[in-house]
């Protein structure tokens, strides 16, 4: 196949075979560069639609070059025609810290499913994203990471409660918006979901076993996927997300809490403050 240019009018027209063998070639390019400037990178690897074989005609390219000690480069972005290519470093180390940092591992787990290694002479990133797919959270990466859920639904009922009360259509809408992103992350631990996309997210979310009774219904209203003029709609849907997941929160760790003030929120009664 003769190379195209990649425009955005020659992409929006070519077959889904057409589109991965454009990106790959860009892909190939990119990789290309980033050894020819930074020759002492010992892996490059890309995330997202093209290492899923599924880019659209308007996606982008996520690479991440590694390096060893010393160092790190600082990432930088292009344009190869009209496809953006996206250059980040990761230190090994970085990658190896993930294993035990809360905010990333689900991230970083359900990434290393979908990750494709386009230059790995000495076989770390094999080695690493191999134990990546299996891994599984300690009990201290759920405690902290359900913790913070619990937190900050809590504190944003808050917010919500005053946004309806004082007729706020911002701040009901933008708490129930956040509220939701909490919630998710909340969905994400109880069910050890590891993270393909955020593409794909909500859909994980809204198929998980262990989740509030209302979910369904109530998440895609707070959250702002099934949009709706009414107000006192987003805010008796978001009330309910969060006295349901807190619940659900509260059930799983009751017994199993092992920082004593975690254990004291959640003997809190939940009615005391309005949920």
């Known amino acids: 196949m003769p190379k195209r240019t990649a425009t955005s009018s020659s992409l929006a027209g070519i077959t889904p075979s057409e589109l991965n063998q454009v990106f790959d070639e860009a892909t190939r ?59 980040g470093f990761l230190q090994v180390r970085d990658l190896e810290r993930e294993f035990s940092d809360p905010k990333a591992f689900f991230w970083a ?6 990750t494709t290694v ?27 990471s359900l913790w913070d859920m619990y937190h900050n639904i809590i504190e944003y009922s808050g917010k919500l409660r005053n946004g309806w009360r004082n007729r706020d259509e911002y701040m009901t809408r933008y708490a129930a918006q956040v509220i939701a992103q909490h919630v998710e992350r909340g969905i994400i631990v109880l069910n050890s979901i590891s993270i393909i996309s955020e593409n ?23 959250r702002g996927i099934r949009a709706t003029k009414e107000t006192s709609k987003i805010y008796r849907s978001t009330m309910r997300l969060c006295s349901e997941t807190l619940r659900l929160i509260r059930d799983e760790l009751r017994e199993k809490a092992r920082h004593k003030r975690f254990r004291a929120l959640l003997a809190e009664p939940l009615e005391k403050h309005g949920l």
Do not use: C
Not at 47 to 71: M, N
Not at 130 to 135: G, I, M, P
């Open 29 to 87: 390019r990119a990789v290309a560069l980033v050894r020819r400037e930074h020759p002492n990178v010992i892996g490059v690897m890309v995330h997202g639609s093209v290492a899923r074989g599924e880019p659209g005609p308007f996606s982008d390219i996520d690479l991440v070059a590694v390096t060893g000690r010393g160092r790190k480069p600082s990432e930088f972005s292009y344009f190869d025609g009209d496809i953006y290519v996206g250059v």
């Open 109 to 114: 787990r359900g990434s290393a499913k979908a």
């Open 118 to 144: 386009l230059y790995d002479p000495k076989g770390v990133l094999k080695r690493i994203l191999a134990r990546w797919k299996l891994e599984k959270p300690s009990q201290q990466i759920l405690e902290k």
């Open 200 to 222: 794909y997210v909500w859909h994980q979310v809204l198929k998980a076993k262990n989740r509030p009774s209302h979910l369904g219904i109530d998440y895609p209203i707070a």
